[in-house]
């Protein structure tokens, strides 16, 4: 059993940054896939980013390639998310997920997720 506490959601300007942060409880947590995805009002849940149990096997949307960046801590049980050059259309809510099967690559399917946190708000303006 996981336990998962999204923190670092806001309100930032377009262009600006942002850390999301998962903390996360259960002895095997580091033997996770963790994951992070988004949801916008009146729009499906949205893979954005996923990272393996050993720090590898990295994933990122399309959309944001090059802007946003997985990391995690497993000494702290904390998977990060850097999020720069934000936009509006990045505003959503976050939610934090993980699962217990290591597949190559990662699945990048909400349905693929075994628990999830209740997410954090993202809120980009222009």
């Known amino acids: 059993q996981v336990q998962l506490v999204e923190s670092g959601g806001g309100l930032v300007q377009a262009g600006g940054s942002l850390r999301l942060s998962c903390s996360a409880s259960?002895?095997?947590?580091?033997?996770?896939?963790m994951g992070w995805f988004r949801q916008a009002p009146g729009k499906e849940r949205e893979f954005v980013s996923v990272?393996?149990?050993?720090?590898?096997?990295?994933d990122y949307a399309g959309s944001v390639k090059g802007r946003f960046t997985i990391s995690r801590d497993d000494g702290k049980n904390t998977v990060y998310l850097q999020m720069n050059s934000l936009k509006p259309e990045d505003t959503a809510i976050y939610y934090c997920?993980?699962?217990?099967?290591?597949?190559?690559?990662?699945?990048?399917?909400?349905?693929?997720?075994?628990?999830w946190g209740k997410g954090t708000l993202v809120t980009v303006s222009s």
């Open positions: 259960g002895r095997t947590y580091s033997t996770y896939t």
């Open positions: 990272i393996g149990w050993s720090g590898g096997n990295i």
């Open positions: 997920a993980a699962e217990g099967i290591h597949r190559f690559p990662p699945c990048v399917l909400p349905s693929c997720m075994d628990y």
